[in-house]
């Protein structure tokens, strides 16, 4: 059950350095790109004595420290960046997913939440507040939090496994092996071991 925990915080994290689909990237971006995360933190370091509120500049440079297992300095770096940006849904998923991980879920619940109610927001904020809500005990807000990450994302395999997974735990055995058909159709990894050992 611990690889499925872990597995949650891939789409949130993979891809979510700021300014790599830009054609101007800086050194910083490139030595994360590279996975050279100390000389990436150094970089942003330097580049932020100039200038100390750029948003992206501060998440990128969390982002390095959370890849380096800096949790304390990546949490730093993420709310100094939504002191500048409070309405950043990027930061606040990243913040969320960071609680997750550390078992703070009543902190993640509420930055999902905070996510979930900007306008444009991605099905990952529904996702990680049902996330939340699963782990506190919340289970038919958590399957309601689950089911609209599905609406905004129909192709969301994380979310149809979780929600799946948490109807196992309710007993709702036919209605979670609907979950794991539609995860096991979008390849999302351990949706077909719990189709064979749920559904068969």
């Given at each position: 059950?611990?690889?499925?925990?872990?597995?949650?915080?891939?789409?949130?994290?993979?891809?979510?350095?700021?300014?790599?689909?830009?054609?101007?990237?800086?050194?910083?971006?490139?030595?994360?790109?590279?996975?050279?995360?100390?000389?990436?933190?150094?970089?942003?370091?330097?580049?932020?004595?100039?200038?100390?509120?750029?948003?992206?500049?501060?998440?990128?440079?969390?982002?390095?420290?959370?890849?380096?297992?800096n949790v304390a300095e990546a949490k730093s770096d993420f709310e100094s960046a939504l002191n500048q940006?409070?309405?950043?849904?990027q930061v606040l998923l990243s913040l969320s997913a960071l609680q997750l991980e550390e078992g703070n879920?009543?902190?993640?619940?509420?930055?999902?939440?905070?996510?979930?109610?900007?306008?444009?927001?991605?099905?990952?904020?529904?996702?990680?507040?049902?996330?939340?809500?699963?782990?506190?005990?919340?289970?038919?807000?958590?399957?309601?939090?689950?089911?609209?990450?599905?609406?905004?994302?129909?192709?969301?395999?994380?979310?149809?496994?979780?929600?799946?997974?948490?109807?196992?735990?309710?007993?709702?055995?036919?209605?979670?092996?609907?979950?794991?058909?539609?995860?096991?159709?979008?390849?999302?990894?351990?949706?077909?071991?719990?189709?064979?050992?749920?559904?068969?």
């Open positions: 059950m611990k690889s499925i925990s872990k597995a949650l915080l891939i789409p949130v994290l993979a891809g979510s350095l700021w300014a790599c689909s830009e054609t101007k990237k800086n050194s910083a971006d490139r030595y994360f790109e590279k996975g050279q995360y100390e000389l990436a933190v150094q970089t942003y370091t330097e580049d932020l004595k100039f200038k100390p509120t750029d948003v992206k500049m501060l998440y990128n440079r969390g982002r390095a420290h959370q890849e380096m297992g940006d409070p309405k950043n849904f879920y009543a902190s993640a619940l509420l930055y999902a939440t905070k996510a979930e109610e900007i306008s444009g927001a991605p099905a990952m904020a529904s996702f990680l507040k049902g996330r939340a809500l699963h782990k506190l005990g919340m289970a038919e807000d958590a399957l309601k939090a689950y089911g609209n990450a599905i609406q905004i994302d129909k192709e969301f395999g994380q979310a149809y496994f979780n929600r799946g997974m948490l109807k196992v735990a309710l007993e709702r055995n036919r209605q979670a092996c609907d979950d794991f058909k539609l995860a096991v159709m979008l390849d999302y990894p351990g949706a077909k071991e719990m189709l064979d050992k749920y559904c068969n």
